[in-house]
């Protein structure tokens, strides 16, 4: 029996809805662990679209449980409002297929709020989060004056709380010139739907474990990229919380060894939402390109995404930082119509080669990209199945950058149709 986790190993926006689709039909669980509705998932499946953002991708397949681990930060109203998008597709939501776990930490209002106050404060220095409140409902978690799910449960305990909570927040909104954020009428808002949050709660480290007992397959499916990881990203222009693999088991309590193949999605080329540092972005003709070819726009957002060049010393760097076994590149028929396409194998700073992204922020602004360049196979590779009937340049591509990143690439993925993949390893078999 084996359990995935599946991870982005770049900045996120690798293509993580098509593979972690094409696997939730070969697993019973599917589990997010970390982020909230920060993430956009996409599936196209029988022509119908679904957008996910908070809600596991098992949700739109049958007789799949999906869970909500204590690691994701749940906006409840955001929550209700997904189910009821997705309801109205025609897709079954119950207390049969989804669980939330009673430790999950709430994303509420005045999160938002602060959220939009800072990035607005911040001009130039802003981060380009997406708004949605990710960064302070993470801050007040570890600062321990976080409402959680299981605090809908009592009046009492939820009204002290939310004093708790809300004394932090005001002082800060004080001082930055803000009105006071009320607490009776966002605890009566809550009130009024904590009972539609709490039918889905339950202790769901020992529901994985009982699914582990009975050798159910489990799929844990990351949200963002390694690089916006808040340890191993490029800090501070990242999001809020762990996205490597390892976060799979503490956001949904169970043990490492609970996972036992790491897929890193990774893209034939690189793109970036919001600021900070990009070493390999192209801001000429080949960057509109990508990102017209590509459709670069942000699920969520619906911003236009950076794009540059793959960088293969920051997907190495990821794939040691998260113990990644096998790698499914995407978008390879992006780079369909290029004449030379162009890959990052080192970087050089005040004169000097190095191998890996320094961590800090001034020294990854100064890098630059030294390249090896590739001669493009200008002809169709959308829809094709096996590795063996790629054009003889894409083949040398994929091979150079499987080599440079010390990884084997498990499949590939030559369009958004879930059926034009090259599989060469199955992580739930191999
Ligand atoms: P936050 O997660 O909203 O706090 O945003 C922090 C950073 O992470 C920003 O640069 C966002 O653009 C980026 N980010 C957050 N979620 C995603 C995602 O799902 N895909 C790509 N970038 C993301």
């Known amino acids: 029996m084996r359990n995935v986790a599946v991870i982005g190993s770049q900045w996120g926006d690798e293509g993580k809805g098509k593979i972690v689709d094409w696997l939730s039909s070969e697993a019973d669980v599917v589990v997010r662990f970390q982020g909230g509705h920060n993430a956009g998932h996409t599936l196209v499946i029988d022509g119908i679209t679904y957008k996910l953002r908070l809600l596991p991708s098992g949700i739109v397949r049958k007789n799949k449980i999906s869970i909500i681990g204590n690691g994701v930060v749940i906006d409840p109203w955001a ?3 997904e ?11 119950g207390l049969d297929n989804l669980i939330i776990s ?32 990710i960064g302070p409902a993470y801050e007040d978690k ?9 605090d ?18 005001n002082a800060i909104r004080k001082g930055l010139g803000k009105n006071i954020f009320k607490k ?36 844990f499916e990351g949200a963002q990229g390694i690089l916006l990881d808040v340890d191993h990203g490029t800090y501070p222009f990242v999001t809020s919380s762990n996205t490597v693999a390892s976060a799979a088991a503490t956001g949904s309590g169970c043990g490492p060894n ?56 920051l997907v190495r760097q990821t794939i040691k930082i998260s113990g990644i076994d096998g790698i499914a ?47 493009g196979w200008k002809s169709e590779t959308k829809g094709i199945k096996k590795f063996d009937d790629l054009p003889q340049n894409a083949k040398i591509y994929i091979k150079e950058l499987e080599k440079f990143i010390e990884t084997k690439v498990s499949s590939i993925s030559t369009s958004p149709e879930r059926n034009d993949t090259i599989l060469i390893v199955d992580p739930f078999k191999s």
């Not at 990052?344 to 001034?362: H, M, R």
Request: hydrophobic share 35%.
């Open 79 to 81: 929550f209700l409002d």
């Open 83 to 93: 189910i009821d998008e997705i309801k109205s597709k025609g897709v079954k939501v």
């Open 102 to 133: 009673e430790s999950a930490n709430l994303i509420l209002p005045f999160h938002k709020e602060m959220d939009e106050i800072r990035e607005d404060a911040a001009g130039k220095a802003k981060i380009g989060t997406t708004r949605r409140g």
């Open 142 to 150: 570890i600062g321990r004056r976080s409402i959680r799910v299981m």
């Open 152 to 169: 809908l449960i009592s009046e009492k305990n939820l009204s002290q709380r939310l004093e708790t909570v809300l004394l932090h927040h």
């Open 184 to 219: 009776d009428k966002l605890k009566e808002d809550l009130l009024k739907i904590a009972p539609e949050i709490l039918k889905f709660s339950q202790p769901v480290w020992k529901k994985i474990y009982e699914f582990k007992k009975q050798s159910k397959k489990i799929l």
């Open 258 to 313: 609970s996972i036992n193949y790491v897929l890193g999605i990774t893209k034939a080329y690189t793109t970036r939402v919001g600021e900070g540092p990009f070493p390999t972005e192209l801001k000429d003709d080949i960057g509109e390109k990508l990102g017209t070819r590509g459709k670069e726009f942000g699920t969520v957002t619906s911003r236009k995404r950076r794009c540059g060049w793959f960088d293969g010393v």
């Open 329 to 375: 590149l995407t978008k390879l028929d992006v780079l369909d119509e290029l004449d030379e396409i162009k890959m990052c194998i080192a970087y050089e700073i005040n004169g000097k080669k190095i191998d890996y992204l320094p961590a800090a922020v001034e020294d990854q602004l100064k890098v630059k990209p030294i390249y090896k360049s590739f001669k």
